[in-house]
């Protein structure tokens, strides 16, 4: 029987005294995202399964083995998005918008749903923050949005994260570079795992990709792409290191990185961290210059990263990183009886119009409650109405944090309140100045 109280194993609630972290996190995302020219799209949770089977690849883990997958009741294949490069595709043939202007860039945040063990670093429904560029061939935008991927990283503060890079080549480079990847494998078929051995005749560079341990170790030994790249692709390589330089940023060449998804092509990168134990890879892009064909859409470069919201929380929660603070209730408003009630109402409702967060009772609680609640909240201000603050149209106002008081009118009630808060915003800086 389903546990009505329990989640879902593998995935988070994001709970209420978390969620101004989350909101600085994801904001910087799309904020730096726009320094590079990048707007947000957002397409659906689900597609068609073909859409991800055709980019992702067939003999992926992420196809063969991590989909949620089910029939709908038109008995049409749908898939819960594994990741959100194959929907942005998708959606930029289906909307012409690699015919105008290039190149595009658009970025997301958005859910991804993946049949995973679930563990620390790794969930059933996690989120990603990435970036899609169409129609640039140039080494500049590889650095481009690894230099933006960095930005978010070093904004957000994380620390002890190091970015590696690799080239996989073109469909031309990668002929040969299969012929020696089937040749090494083919002879250690009998201890490769039962889904790597399918893989040998179907496409032997997943299993450089797989998790099983003794695949991997068969893996370490194997050719490397780097050794058979064409003049073109190594070019392209060295000319995204010469923009990474120019731009600053340090990385390494990691020749066993090949990304677990079929569509890269040429540059591949990841940003791992030393803060979260296995489940170390933040972030993870690349170049897929084939993808738009070959999903049915023109022969346009692309490029683009996805990075994973909840491991990056992960590394700056392991690093006590600090965030910006919750937003505090500005001022609690609370009345005593049905009059006073009504004031409040009034009053709370102008002050919110002024943009302030106001509150006032809304249990029908005496003075003492709401005054513990005040506290609790984190109030930066108070005030009191009974019937003589009502019958003298004014009322006391103090300040939670000092204790102070001083007399605010009823009318024009939120223009006052908005000076005294400049006002001890000013005076308490002063104090920090001094
Ligand atoms: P991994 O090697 O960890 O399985 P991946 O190669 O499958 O990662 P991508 O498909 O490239 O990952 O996704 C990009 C990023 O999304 C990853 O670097 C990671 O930060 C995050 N991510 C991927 N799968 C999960 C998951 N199951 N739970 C949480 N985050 C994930
Ligand atoms: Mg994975």
Redesign the pocket.
Same mark, same amino acid.
């Given at each position: 029987m389903a546990e009505i109280n329990r989640a879902i194993k593998g995935t988070n609630d994001m709970l209420p005294a978390d969620s101004h972290k989350f909101q600085f996190v994801e904001g910087k995302m799309l904020e730096i995202a726009s320094l590079y020219g990048f707007r947000e799209i957002r397409v659906p949770v689900f597609e068609h399964t073909e859409v991800f089977q055709r980019s992702v690849g067939d003999t992926t883990d !992420?196809v063969q083995k991590e989909m949620y997958t089910f029939d709908d009741k038109g008995g049409r294949s749908i898939t819960l998005r594994p +990741?959100l490069t194959a929907g942005v595709v998708r959606s930029v043939i289906e909307h012409g918008l690699v015919n105008g202007a290039l190149p595009v860039k658009v970025c997301y945040v958005g859910g991804c749903y *993946?049949y +995973?063990k679930p563990q620390a #670093? *790794?969930?059933r429904e996690?989120h =990603?923050f990435g970036v899609e560029c169409f129609g640039a061939t140039s080494p500049a935008a590889d650095a481009e949005v690894i230099s933006l991927a960095l930005q978010v990283l070093q904004t957000v503060g994380i620390k002890n994260i190091s970015l590696e890079i690799n080239s996989i080549g073109c469909p031309e480079c990668r002929k040969n570079y299969t012929a020696a990847l089937s040749e090494y494998f083919a002879s250690h078929v009998d201890t490769l795992c039962e889904t790597c051995r399918d893989r040998l005749s179907r496409n032997p560079m997943r299993i450089l990709d797989c998790k099983s341990p003794i695949c991997s170790k068969i893996a370490k030994n194997a050719p490397k792409v780097i050794d058979f790249l064409c003049d073109e692709c190594q070019e392209h390589f060295d000319g995204v290191k010469a923009h990474l330089d120019a731009a600053g940023i340090k990385y390494t060449v990691n020749p066993q990185i090949v *990304?677990?998804?079929d569509y890269y092509t040429k540059t591949v990168f990841e940003f791992v961290s030393g803060d979260i134990g296995a =489940?170390s890879? !933040?972030? #993870?892009g690349g170049r897929y210059d084939g993808l738009v064909s070959q999903m049915g859409g023109a022969a346009v470069s692309a490029l683009g990263f996805?990075? #994973?919201i +909840? *491991?990056l929380m992960l590394a700056l929660e392991n690093q006590n990183a600090e965030f910006p603070e919750a937003k505090k209730c500005d001022i609690y408003i609370a009345p005593m009886g049905e009059t006073a009630a009504i004031k409040a109402t009034e009053l709370c409702t102008a002050l919110r119009r002024d943009g302030f967060e106001a509150q006032c009772d809304v249990c029908g609680r005496g003075l003492k409650a709401q005054m513990k609640y005040a506290d609790k909240i984190g109030a930066l201000y108070s005030v009191v109405l009974g019937d003589n603050e009502l019958a003298e149209n004014k009322c006391n106002i103090k300040n939670m944090k000092t204790g102070e008081t001083q007399e605010i009118r009823l009318d024009n009630f939120s223009e006052q309140f908005m000076k005294i808060k400049l006002d001890d915003a000013l005076s308490s800086l002063e104090d920090t100045i001094i």
């Amino acid at each position: 029987m389903a546990e009505i109280n329990r989640a879902i194993k593998g995935t988070n609630d994001m709970l209420p005294a978390d969620s101004h972290k989350f909101q600085f996190v994801e904001g910087k995302m799309l904020e730096i995202a726009s320094l590079y020219g990048f707007r947000e799209i957002r397409v659906p949770v689900f597609e068609h399964t073909e859409v991800f089977q055709r980019s992702v690849g067939d003999t992926t883990d !992420v196809v063969q083995k991590e989909m949620y997958t089910f029939d709908d009741k038109g008995g049409r294949s749908i898939t819960l998005r594994p +990741e959100l490069t194959a929907g942005v595709v998708r959606s930029v043939i289906e909307h012409g918008l690699v015919n105008g202007a290039l190149p595009v860039k658009v970025c997301y945040v958005g859910g991804c749903y *993946r049949y +995973e063990k679930p563990q620390a #670093g *790794r969930l059933r429904e996690f989120h =990603q923050f990435g970036v899609e560029c169409f129609g640039a061939t140039s080494p500049a935008a590889d650095a481009e949005v690894i230099s933006l991927a960095l930005q978010v990283l070093q904004t957000v503060g994380i620390k002890n994260i190091s970015l590696e890079i690799n080239s996989i080549g073109c469909p031309e480079c990668r002929k040969n570079y299969t012929a020696a990847l089937s040749e090494y494998f083919a002879s250690h078929v009998d201890t490769l795992c039962e889904t790597c051995r399918d893989r040998l005749s179907r496409n032997p560079m997943r299993i450089l990709d797989c998790k099983s341990p003794i695949c991997s170790k068969i893996a370490k030994n194997a050719p490397k792409v780097i050794d058979f790249l064409c003049d073109e692709c190594q070019e392209h390589f060295d000319g995204v290191k010469a923009h990474l330089d120019a731009a600053g940023i340090k990385y390494t060449v990691n020749p066993q990185i090949v *990304r677990g998804l079929d569509y890269y092509t040429k540059t591949v990168f990841e940003f791992v961290s030393g803060d979260i134990g296995a =489940q170390s890879t !933040v972030c #993870g892009g690349g170049r897929y210059d084939g993808l738009v064909s070959q999903m049915g859409g023109a022969a346009v470069s692309a490029l683009g990263f996805g990075m #994973g919201i +909840e *491991r990056l929380m992960l590394a700056l929660e392991n690093q006590n990183a600090e965030f910006p603070e919750a937003k505090k209730c500005d001022i609690y408003i609370a009345p005593m009886g049905e009059t006073a009630a009504i004031k409040a109402t009034e009053l709370c409702t102008a002050l919110r119009r002024d943009g302030f967060e106001a509150q006032c009772d809304v249990c029908g609680r005496g003075l003492k409650a709401q005054m513990k609640y005040a506290d609790k909240i984190g109030a930066l201000y108070s005030v009191v109405l009974g019937d003589n603050e009502l019958a003298e149209n004014k009322c006391n106002i103090k300040n939670m944090k000092t204790g102070e008081t001083q007399e605010i009118r009823l009318d024009n009630f939120s223009e006052q309140f908005m000076k005294i808060k400049l006002d001890d915003a000013l005076s308490s800086l002063e104090d920090t100045i001094i």
